[in-house]
């Protein structure tokens, strides 16, 4: 059994399969809002929208879509999960989450942190990850449950301290200034010694020099 999510864009000779498909299951939708959106999702230079095709064996199970808005109050939240249908006779073996998992990773590729999804659907925090933060109201009038997912963690910035530096930060400053230029390809060799002369001199301003600490531990010096 060979199965495959089929994304739109990748395959340009999808498209005529995926607005018939996406037709048939939402009728009450003009069809004309499918047929726009996903001719021109094929060449948009935009990460959005994306449309995808379940198919098992070639004959085509389900779908979805990813999208800055699935006609929901919250606009202040995006991308979001669309039309994501599976077969009713093909529930229960994973396909919906194949089509979930498809969507993140071009979520993830285009830089989005989080993906949002709209449905009536409990469980799905538990079964993908996905946490409910709230309601959302659609224009007809109806509400839906809105579920949130992080794609990506944001890496921590390290905490620096700047700080002027003591009389205690001499030698680790000197030996620092050493290293630092241990591996450089344009020095003479007594940078560390040119830094201790700099403190003697008349002109020098001890607020202006500087120290940074990362985790109380001395990373950096400067003289201004």
Same mark, same amino acid.
């Given at each position: 059994?060979?199965?495959?999510?089929?994304?739109?864009?990748?395959?340009?000779?999808?498209?005529?399969?995926?607005?018939?498909?996406?037709?048939?299951?939402?009728?009450?939708?003009?069809?004309?809002?499918?047929?726009?959106?996903?001719?021109?999702?094929?060449?948009?230079?935009?990460?959005?929208?994306?449309?995808?095709?379940?198919?098992?064996?070639?004959?085509?199970?389900?779908?979805?879509?990813?999208?800055?808005?699935?006609?929901? &109050?919250?606009?202040?939240?995006?991308?979001?999960?669309?039309?994501?249908?599976?077969?009713?006779?093909?529930?229960?073996?994973?396909?919906?989450?194949?089509?979930?998992?498809?969507?993140?990773?071009?979520?993830?590729?285009? /830089?989005?942190?989080?993906?949002?999804?709209?449905?009536?659907?409990?469980?799905?925090?538990?079964?993908?990850?996905?946490?409910?933060?709230?309601?959302?109201?659609?224009?007809?009038?109806?509400?839906?449950?809105?579920?949130?997912?992080?794609?990506?963690?944001?890496?921590?910035?390290? &905490?620096?301290?700047?700080?002027?530096?003591?009389?205690?930060?001499?030698?680790?400053?000197?030996?620092?200034?050493?290293?630092?230029?241990?591996?450089?390809?344009?020095?003479?060799?007594?940078?560390?010694?040119?830094?201790?002369?700099?403190?003697?001199?008349? /002109?020098?301003?001890?607020?202006?020099?500087?120290?940074?600490?990362?985790?109380?531990?001395?990373?950096? /010096?400067?003289?201004?």
């Amino acid at each position: 059994m060979r199965t495959e999510i089929i994304s739109v864009r990748e395959n340009p000779r999808y498209m005529d399969k995926a607005i018939a498909y996406l037709q048939s299951k939402w009728p009450d939708v003009p069809p004309m809002v499918y047929d726009d959106c996903i001719r021109n999702s094929v060449s948009t230079p935009g990460p959005l929208p994306q449309w995808y095709l379940l198919e098992v064996d070639g004959e085509t199970f389900g779908c979805a879509g990813l999208i800055t808005n699935d006609f929901i &109050s919250r606009m202040d939240l995006w991308p979001w999960i669309c039309a994501l249908y599976v077969e009713e006779h093909r529930r229960g073996n994973g396909y919906g989450k194949l089509l979930l998992e498809k969507a993140e990773a071009d979520g993830r590729a285009a /830089g989005f942190d989080y993906l949002y999804l709209a449905t009536d659907h409990t469980g799905l925090d538990e079964e993908y990850g996905y946490k409910y933060i709230g309601q959302g109201w659609h224009p007809w009038g109806d509400q839906s449950r809105i579920y949130k997912k992080r794609l990506k963690d944001r890496p921590v910035a390290p &905490s620096y301290t700047i700080r002027p530096e003591r009389r205690e930060d001499y030698d680790e400053i000197y030996d620092l200034i050493k290293t630092a230029f241990a591996s450089a390809r344009v020095k003479d060799g007594d940078e560390q010694d040119f830094a201790a002369k700099l403190r003697e001199r008349g /002109g020098f301003i001890p607020e202006l020099a500087l120290v940074a600490e990362l985790d109380e531990k001395t990373v950096e /010096g400067g003289m201004l």
